[in-house]
């Protein structure tokens, strides 16, 4: 076997992706049209907003913090923007989406500064600061949905790109929200591997005194990894509207849980500096498929936490005891016959 | 960190010393104080009430219990996101037993009570198992080990209800979430008792030492003979322990059991902690910090209530304090720096 | 090695620098120089101002007014970090400072990038860079392996590496050696070498007096914030230097002991695949048996078999007449086994914990009764007599171990055991990272708790630790004993030929015999 071939299998990749095929087959093995392209867009369509939020928790990880308050960002910017569009009419979803990033982005701004600058824990301070935002939601929507959104965002959110009419009816094709998922893994990967800004936060995210020593501004750093996630969640929050082409304040109440699950079980450490954009999208997928699986197999959804639960245990058990083998390889003497 | 006290002659020294040694329980007691003579004055005649501390004593016990168990995972620098998903586990296992003997009818309301609080405890006590095992045997990290665990117990749970409610438990089984002694809530008796225990537990005994020790270094503690698998499996069981009792208040006093009941209180429990003086990363805190924490989240919820402001608006009060409170920390600790170099 | 036509007039001079803390003046008037194309070793005890020295090299710390630091014949009253890698003054830390999730080309090049023009990576300039770094200092690599997958002498060469790419005028290493095996040191040695033919100075920074003598051309010693003396090495002996680095007479006597009498531990052909092979030994009362051999010559894993922390496949351990089999630390202390190990900070301590927590921590239980109550007072009492017995300074069982000296620290572990009472008593590097005087009174505290009738076992890779105190001293090699000699014949050479493979001067022999004994 070559280096690289051998190097490839070793990566954290690999295992996720054993995993994946495993319940790609036993899905299918359920139901046949599980493989069908058109179940294949449906799925990603669907987790398409899990998609992009956790490309923004996968950079926060990746500096060793964590945001408890995604879940609370994403409801923040579907209420702001449900609300402006519903009471105003105004439609142009280029600025309604960069108006989701903006308030996305501010939220993650002020994350960003409670913990660079205040030098919070970034568990404490994104709780608190889902917790207001909670509140100031339930205070604000008393938790009615917002209805009778535009009819250009309903439209937006069911656009399918190359389509053409389906077997059993309907249009197959991309849905917009796949693609929007692609430019969020695109931009994200870009940024952490071409970007001297990304490899800074990947630098900082392995060391922080090396990265200080170097002359890396760590708050800085810091903050603008909150930001990004920020504005991944609006971009996802505005996605989400378009899906469900309605409101519900409390769709994200502990999605958090999710999306640092599917970040997770994608391979980033939550110490920090390790993890990857591939493997975030093979986490993402494996929540997806699980619960496309089990509703293929009509099977209750409600096996869908214990199974993934289970994945999740397994997942970073098997990590575990693969780190533990692989440190023990470390300490080995080479030991030879006495007399050589 | 400081447990050590040699009986200073009277309780005036004590309590100086008290302060000196402890300026952030103080800090707590001062703000708590503060808070009940501003609701006082905010609401004359309503908040100083033997009603409305009676509804206090309802209402704060199943959380106060919670962010107890909360706390001792803290200590060790660990986080139990799993501590409400087996709460409701435990109590939903329990209710089904006790409402499928109470419609077969042959036993006394006694024996069902005991044997669905017996079943309740049980299977907190595996839960915790399970969280110890990961934690302690197979090294995963806390957080990630109860965020599947937290999936996990939920989906069970789920796949019990089916998403809905059980009840039709014994008449007297109400009793525990809503009955009186002389005045005083039950819950808040069992909260007392609960908080005696906890504190004995973790202040006074090898095992709370260990605690501490083990939050402040895991391996260095194991190389001192310490079994520290042990001693982490049952904080964690000790964690699900609170959980369930707290589960069996819970369902009590809403005389039925749901899955998601209490679902927010996981979050409430860590930001209780971390306002009691508990350290995120472990190795410090004391099980009285959280419950002063408790006790003034308690006061701020029911005095907001009482003078009319939406309980939402607790909510973000709420957040604000964690906040604040943990950016004090740091300008003090930076002021303490300073002044030791 | 002699200083030859490279060393040249001083490129970095500090003339009268002063650097005071609140309270503490941690440099007082210092002058001191490096030339380029030499190697100056640093000196001094912990404490006695070298790491502030290198901080304001290194422009982390500014000194206090009057002084003057003077850079290539500029002078500054003190430097920026910028400014001071400008000039070429580059640190490489204890920890290196690598980055251990990014790749070795990424660490070697990463600043650099971040210097250059643009917001982009380029990958193809950053492979350019390492590759010509590595084979600047002649060593070839994977260039794609991530850091922390690197031993420690290849994190060390990436540092290096680093530091070239800087353009390194002034390279300042800081006790470069503290992990190395004598194999990776003498490689080590070689590159420094190199590195002052090729005109750069270095500043070196060890506790290890041999090597100071075998890579240096001058030494510098300062001891509590002042400048002692500099000389070059030809001016300078063994006892000299400790005299000035103690300030007083240090004798390097040996203290061994009467020998033991009664055999304790018998240790029966252990095993355990890729740590060690077929291991045997015995040990008596009241004996100091050394264990040395190279780094990776599987010490440590040997005596962690003994305290339950790595379990042998094959073999038998007998403790005074019974066999064990201790599967974690908690058996091995319930047997009598103790073992201070190799990091007093990570595995030894709870930092952030008191003197008196630690200290009991062991026997805590046995303050505990029937209700699981702990007696506070009693355990104050023992802690108080525990600090008294070996002289723990503060002696306040409340003080944070953190804010401890390393000496004191490291007395403090090993009081945590002597409070079990233990039968045998294992010290892994005891004395690492101590300064002088605290390493002697170290040894002699190991030697008196022999005397008074313990069995100790003592793993060092410093060969005058392992003589001073051994009365019997077995050699590991490659996972085996290579033999087991009587301290009073043990001289370093004959330590050392078999430690290495082949031995150094066909030394084997004999040692196959005191195997055999």
């Known amino acids: 076997m070559s280096n690289r071939v051998k190097q490839i299998l070793k990566a954290r990749e690999a295992s996720i992706v054993i995993m994946l095929a495993v319940v790609m087959v036993v899905a299918f093995l359920m139901n046949n049209t599980f493989l069908s392209f058109e179940n294949q867009m449906d799925v990603i369509k669907s987790n398409a907003v899990l998609g992009i939020a956790a490309m923004g928790m996968l950079v926060v990880i990746l500096t060793g913090g964590i945001d408890i308050s995604i879940g609370g960002q994403l409801a923040l910017v579907t209420v702001l923007t449900g609300q402006l569009m519903k009471e105003t009419g105004f439609d142009n979803l280029i600025v309604i989406y960069l108006l989701g990033i903006v308030i996305g982005g501010l939220i993650g701004l002020l994350n960003g500064l409670m913990i660079s600058h205040l030098s919070l824990p970034p568990i404490i301070a994104t709780l608190g600061m889902n917790t207001i935002i909670n509140g100031f939601l339930k205070y604000y929507t008393n938790g009615a949905w917002i209805n009778q959104l535009p009819q250009k965002i309903i439209d937006f959110g069911m656009i399918k790109l190359f389509s053409k009419p389906g077997e059993v009816g309907g249009q197959v094709g991309v849905p917009i929200q796949f693609i929007l998922f692609l430019v969020a893994m695109i931009l994200t990967w870009f940024m952490l591997r071409w970007t001297k800004l990304g490899r800074s936060i990947m630098a900082m995210g392995g060391n922080r005194v090396s990265a200080e020593r170097v002359g890396l501004n760590n708050k800085n750093l810091t903050t603008f990894a909150y930001v990004f996630s920020g504005m991944m969640a609006g971009l996802a929050a505005i996605t989400y509207t378009s899906i469900m082409k309605s409101v519900d304040p409390n769709a994200f109440i502990g999605y958090e849980m999710n999306v640092i699950g599917a970040v997770v079980l994608g391979g980033a450490l939550l110490s920090g500096g390790s993890g990857s954009v591939l493997g975030t999208f093979l986490g993402v997928m494996m929540f997806a498929y699980i619960s496309n699986g089990l509703t293929l197999a009509r099977i209750s959804t409600y096996w869908q936490s214990i199974i993934v639960g289970i994945i999740i245990l397994l997942v970073v058990s098997f990590d575990m005891v693969k780190l533990h083998r692989e440190t023990k390889r470390m300490t080995k003497v080479d030991i030879v016959p006495i007399g050589d | 960190m400081e447990k050590v006290n040699n009986n200073p002659p009277t309780i005036g020294d004590r309590v100086i010393q008290g302060i000196r040694k402890d300026p952030r329980m103080v800090f707590l007691a001062l703000v708590l104080i503060g808070l009940i003579v501003l609701m006082s004055i905010l609401a004359p005649g309503r908040f100083l009430t033997v009603r409305n501390f009676k509804n206090m004593g309802f209402q704060m016990a199943e959380f106060g219990i919670l962010a107890i168990g909360m706390s001792v995972v803290i200590m060790t620098g660990g986080i139990n996101l799993s501590l409400v998903s087996s709460s409701m586990l435990g109590a939903i296992v329990g209710a089904y037993l006790m409402r499928a003997l109470n419609q077969a009818g042959t036993m006394s309301d006694w024996s069902i009570i005991l044997i669905g609080i017996a079943s309740i405890l049980t299977v907190s006590v595996l839960c915790g198992l399970v969280n110890g095992f990961f934690v302690a045997y197979v090294g995963v990290v806390p957080m990630l080990v109860t965020l599947g665990t937290q999936t996990v117990f939920n989906g069970i749970s789920l796949n019990i209800t089916r998403g809905s409610g059980i009840s039709g438990f014994p008449k007297v089984f109400q009793k525990i979430g809503s009955g009186t002694l002389f005045d005083i809530p039950y819950t808040l008796l069992i909260y007392i008792v609960v908080i005696l225990i906890a504190w004995y537990l973790v202040q006074k005994t090898p095992w709370g030492v260990h605690v501490y020790m083990v939050g402040g270094n895991e391996k260095a503690t194991r190389y001192s003979g310490v079994n520290t698998k042990k001693v982490l499996t049952l904080v964690y069981v000790f964690s699900a322990v609170m959980a369930g009792i707290a589960g069996i208040l819970m369902i009590s006093r809403y005389n039925s059991a749901k899955a998601d009941y209490g679902s927010s209180y996981t979050m409430m429990a860590i930001a209780a902690t971390v306002l009691g003086g508990t350290d995120i990363n472990g190795g410090s805190g004391k099980v009285w910090g959280t419950v002063m924490a408790v006790l003034i989240l308690q006061v701020l919820s029911s005095g907001f209530n009482i003078i009319g402001i939406n309980r939402n608006i607790t909510d973000i009060v709420t957040g604000l304090i964690l906040i604040a409170v943990l950016s004090i920390n740091h300008f003090t600790s930076k002021e303490k720096i300073r002044k030791s170099k | 090695m002699s200083q030859n036509e490279n060393v040249s007039k001083p490129y970095l001079r500090l003339k009268n620098i002063s650097k005071t803390f609140p309270g503490v003046k941690a440099l007082q008037n210092i002058d001191f120089d490096v030339r380029l194309g030499e190697v100056h070793a640093l000196i001094g005890e912990n404490g006695a101002g070298k790491s502030t020295l290198i901080k304001i090299l290194a422009g982390v710390y500014k000194p206090d007014a009057g002084g003057i630091l003077e850079v290539d014949g500029v002078e500054y009253p003190s430097l920026t970090t910028k400014e001071s890698m400008h000039h070429g003054i580059i640190a490489i830390y204890q920890d290196f400072s690598l980055f251990p999730t990014l790749s070795v080309k990424e660490n070697i090049a990463f600043s650099e990038q971040m210097d250059s023009k643009g917001w982009l990576m380029n990958w193809r300039e950053v492979e350019k860079t390492a590759r010509q770094a590595l084979d600047n200092l002649g060593v070839k690599g994977d260039l794609n392996i991530r850091a922390n997958m690197l031993s420690t002498a290849k994190q060390q060469l990436v540092a290096i590496a680093r530091a070239l790419v800087y353009d390194a005028k002034i390279l300042i290493m800081d006790e470069p050696t503290s992990a190395l095996s004598s194999g990776e040191v003498d490689a080590l040695f070689q590159i420094v070498n190199k590195l002052r033919d090729q005109g750069m100075g270095i500043i070196f920074i060890s506790h290890k007096l041999d090597e100071l003598f075998r890579i240096s051309d001058r030494m510098t010693v300062l001891r509590d914030g002042l400048k002692i003396a500099t000389a070059?090495?030809?001016?300078?002996?063994?006892?000299?230097?400790?005299?000035?680095?103690?300030?007083?007479?240090?004798?390097?006597?040996?203290?061994?002991?009467?020998?033991?009498?009664?055999?304790?531990?018998?240790?029966?052909?252990?095993?355990?695949?890729?740590?060690?092979?077929?291991?045997?030994?015995?040990?008596?009362?009241?004996?100091?048996?050394?264990?040395?051999?190279?780094?990776?010559?599987?010490?440590?894993?040997?005596?962690?078999?003994?305290?339950?922390?790595?379990?042998?496949?094959?073999?038998?351990?007998?403790?005074?007449?019974?066999?064990?089999?201790?599967?974690?630390?908690?058996?091995?202390?319930?047997?009598?086994?103790?073992?201070?190990?190799?990091?007093?900070?990570?595995?030894?301590?709870?930092?952030?914990?008191?003197?008196?927590?630690?200290?009991?921590?062991?026997?805590?239980?046995?303050?505990?009764?029937?209700?699981?109550?702990?007696?506070?007072?009693?355990?104050?009492?023992?802690?108080?007599?525990?600090?008294?017995?070996?002289?723990?300074?503060?002696?306040?069982?409340?003080?944070?171990?953190?804010?401890?000296?390393?000496?004191?620290?490291?007395?403090?572990?090993?009081?945590?055991?002597?409070?079990?009472?233990?039968?045998?008593?294992?010290?892994?590097?005891?004395?690492?990272?101590?300064?002088?005087?605290?390493?002697?009174?170290?040894?002699?505290?190991?030697?008196?708790?022999?005397?008074?009738?313990?069995?100790?076992?003592?793993?060092?890779?410093?060969?005058?630790?392992?003589?001073?105190?051994?009365?019997?001293?077995?050699?590991?090699?490659?996972?085996?004993?290579?033999?087991?000699?009587?301290?009073?014949?043990?001289?370093?050479?004959?330590?050392?030929?078999?430690?290495?493979?082949?031995?150094?001067?066909?030394?084997?022999?004999?040692?196959?015999?005191?195997?055999?004994?």
Request: proline fraction near 4%.
């Open chain 3, 232 to 517: 070059p090495k030809s001016e300078m002996t063994r006892k000299k230097l400790i005299s000035l680095m103690v300030g007083r007479e240090v004798s390097d006597e040996r203290m061994l002991g009467e020998g033991g009498s009664d055999v304790v531990l018998e240790v029966k052909n252990i095993c355990k695949k890729g740590n060690f092979e077929d291991v045997s030994f015995t040990l008596k009362k009241g004996e100091i048996l050394g264990i040395t051999g190279l780094v990776g010559a599987g010490r440590t894993e040997t005596i962690q078999a003994l305290f339950g922390l790595n379990e042998p496949d094959s073999g038998e351990i007998w403790l005074e007449g019974k066999k064990i089999s201790p599967k974690s630390p908690a058996e091995a202390e319930k047997l009598g086994i103790a073992f201070v190990p190799e990091s007093r900070q990570t595995e030894g301590l709870i930092l952030q914990q008191n003197v008196e927590n630690n200290i009991t921590l062991p026997i805590l239980e046995k303050f505990a009764n029937k209700l699981m109550r702990i007696d506070f007072k009693k355990r104050r009492t023992r802690a108080e007599e525990l600090i008294k017995q070996l002289d723990v300074r503060p002696n306040y069982p409340h003080m944070e171990t953190s804010k401890l000296s390393g000496g004191n620290q490291q007395k403090i572990v090993i009081a945590k055991w002597l409070a079990t009472n233990p039968k045998i008593l294992i010290v892994d590097e005891p004395t690492n990272g101590i300064d002088v005087g605290a390493k002697t009174e170290i040894h002699k505290l190991l030697r008196s708790l022999a005397d008074q009738g313990m069995a100790v076992i003592m793993v060092s890779s410093e060969l005058p630790e392992i003589l001073a105190v051994s009365d019997r001293v077995l050699v590991m090699r490659q996972g085996r004993v290579s033999a087991i000699v009587d301290g009073a014949d043990a001289d370093q050479e004959l330590l050392m030929s078999h430690s290495v493979q082949g031995g150094l001067h066909g030394h084997d022999k004999k040692g196959q015999e005191a195997h055999h004994e």
